[in-house]
């Protein structure tokens, strides 16, 4: 059974940062891509950063230069460092997992709440 634990998130003033961390468990064919997406309240879930086994990323317009993603294939870790934070990065950030299976299965974390507010 996969499990994404997630770690990270809370409070922090605009301008500030915060770093997420997510830990894939019981992954069977290895990982094809991990990252992060997030949902603010009233919005669709919304692509924030991925990266695939091959090191190619995918970043949403609104966080490039902000965000970056980093990832240990040893731990099956991926980690969001959030720079310069804004209002409107507050959102329920989720991890994502696709496996490397021939469905490309999705995983998803349980989400953590990123609040950015004075």
């Known amino acids: 059974q996969v499990q994404l634990v997630e770690s990270g998130g809370g409070l922090v003033q605009p301008g500030g940062s915060l770093e997420l961390s997510c830990v894939a468990h019981g992954i069977v064919f290895g990982i094809y891509a991990m990252g992060w997406y997030r949902q603010a309240p009233g919005k669709q879930r919304e692509l924030v950063i991925t990266i695939t086994g091959h090191g190619i990323t995918n970043i949403a317009d609104s966080v490039k230069d902000r965000f970056t993603i980093s990832r240990d294939k040893n731990k099956s870790t991926v980690n969001l460092q959030m720079n310069s934070l804004k209002p409107e990065d507050t959102a329920v950030y989720f991890c994502?997992?696709?496996?490397?299976?021939?469905?490309?299965?999705?995983?998803w974390g349980q989400g953590t709440q990123v609040t950015v507010s004075s």
């Open positions: 994502n997992v696709v496996e490397a299976d021939p469905d490309r299965t999705n995983y």
